[in-house]
């Protein structure tokens, strides 16, 4: 199953982490050397909600936000 919102399509967004080295300017260093930099992913928070969708009860994959603003009724 595909990491995307159900309801809103939030799905996963590119990022990078910067690893730095040295000691900043302001607390008496020479400055911080980008050392390296790597691609990471931001993952949805995505939670399997049993839902009624169309009258009938579905298993489907939601984030929290949606979950919160109410913009899904669940199962009983």
Known sequence: MSKICYICG?????????????LAKKKGGVGQRITGITKRRFLPN????????????????????CLKAG???KAV
């Open 71 to 73: 913009k899904i009724v």
């Open 10 to 22: 939030k799905k996963p967004a590119a990022g990078r982490t910067i690893k730095r080295r040295g």
């Open 46 to 65: 995505l939670q399997r909600v049993r839902a009624l969708i169309d009258g009938k009860v579905k298993k489907v994959r939601v984030c929290t936000k």
